[in-house]
T-cell receptor, first 115, second 115 residues
Framework: DTEVTQTPKHLVMGMTNKKSLKCEQHMGHRAMYWYKQKAKKPPELMFVYSYEKLSINESVPSRFSPECPNSSLLNLHLHALQPEDSALYLC??????????????FGPGTRLLVL | GESVGLHLPTLSVQEGDNSIINCAYSNSASDYFIWYKQESGKGPQFIIDIRSNMDKRQGQRVTVLLNKTVKHLSLQIAATQPGDSAVYFCAENIGYGGATNKLIFGTGTLLAVQP
């Protein structure tokens, strides 16, 4: 099973709202990722968690706040977003290996619209 | 710098023909590459990967070729079917501090299969 699930599938929020995106995997992967993808563009890395600790933050604005409560779950808390933050938010997971070259498996994404 | 690019943004083929999608990478130290397929409204789906100690790898109807001399990667799809219509991304996997992965995606190629 290589399934990563994400909820909600679609989200519409105002610029003053607070919302959360959720991601779950049961493949025993200990690395989890958030990506942002704009229309007709490739995914761009936002955050990486390794063994439930934040290991990479790609200079993402603080209005995006990631959280990894356990090895299977990854959240992305959203607050005071801007319309330009509208995008497809993708979660991925992978093994953590010494070689650091394990395949990442993606979820279906959350389509976010900020009004 | 690090970049992964594609030569053709759109590829149109007839059903039953073979498709070839190309990708150039610039980081000569990269040693692991992945091809993803992304259908409309879905997350990227793993197709096939290849490590730098190989120059060819085959899957079901797909073959990936790696030419390290010219830093070129290609994905060949045999007997292309309408269900193969999607955007195809190559991705360069860069070990990040030895424990986690960072994927650098190419710009993507839209494969359109004509019946």
């Amino acid at each position: 099973d290589t399934e990563v699930t994400q909820t909600p599938k679609h989200l519409v929020m105002g610029m003053t709202n607070k919302k959360s995106l959720k991601c779950e995997q049961h493949m025993g992967h200990r690395a989890m990722y958030w990506y942002k993808q704009k229309a007709k563009k490739p995914p761009e890395l936002m955050f990486v968690y390794s063994y439930e600790k934040l290991s990479i933050n790609e200079s993402v604005p603080s209005r995006f706040s990631p959280e990894c409560p356990n090895s299977s779950l990854l959240n992305l808390h959203l607050h005071a977003l801007q319309p330009e933050d509208s995008a497809l938010y993708l979660c991925a997971s992978s093994q953590v290996a010494a070689a650091g070259k394990e395949t990442q498996y993606f979820g279906p994404g959350t389509r976010l619209l900020v009004l | 710098g690090e970049s992964v690019g594609l030569h053709l943004p759109t590829l149109s083929v007839q059903e039953g023909d073979n498709s070839i999608i190309n990708c150039a990478y610039s980081n000569s130290a990269s040693d692991y590459f992945i091809w993803y397929k992304q259908e409309s409204g879905k997350g990227p789906q793993f197709i096939i990967d290849i490590r730098s100690n190989m120059d060819k790898r085959q899957g079901q109807r797909v073959t990936v070729l790696l030419n390290k001399t010219v830093k070129h990667l290609s994905l060949q799809i045999a007997a292309t079917q309408p269900g193969d219509s999607a955007v195809y991304f190559c991705a360069e996997n860069i070990g990040y501090g030895g424990a986690t992965n960072k994927l650098i995606f190419g710009t993507g190629t839209l494969l359109a299969v004509q019946p």
